[in-house]
């Protein structure tokens, strides 16, 4: 499955690598893609391991709250 979650108070490039080390670190994430502009990640993951929640819970754990921007 896949997901697209807009990021919140991503101001630098570092903001960047943090938000996309923390999701792929989570299991059952294969494969995350963020951008600075626009602020988002485009992730790849399975739903059997992991949920949209805990993906959003993440982010917001270091510092970056998201929401779903949408479902593909």
Request: net charge negative; proline share 6%.
């Amino acid at each position: 499955m896949q997901v697209v979650l807009q990021i919140e108070n991503m101001t630098c490039e570092a903001c960047r690598v943090t938000v996309k080390s923390s999701l792929v670190r989570l299991d059952g994430v294969e494969e995350a893609l963020v951008t600075f502009n626009p602020p988002e990640a485009i992730i790849v993951y399975d739903p059997a391991k992991v949920t949209i929640q805990e993906l959003m819970q993440v982010t917001t754990n270091v510092g970056y709250p998201s929401s779903v921007k949408s479902r593909l």
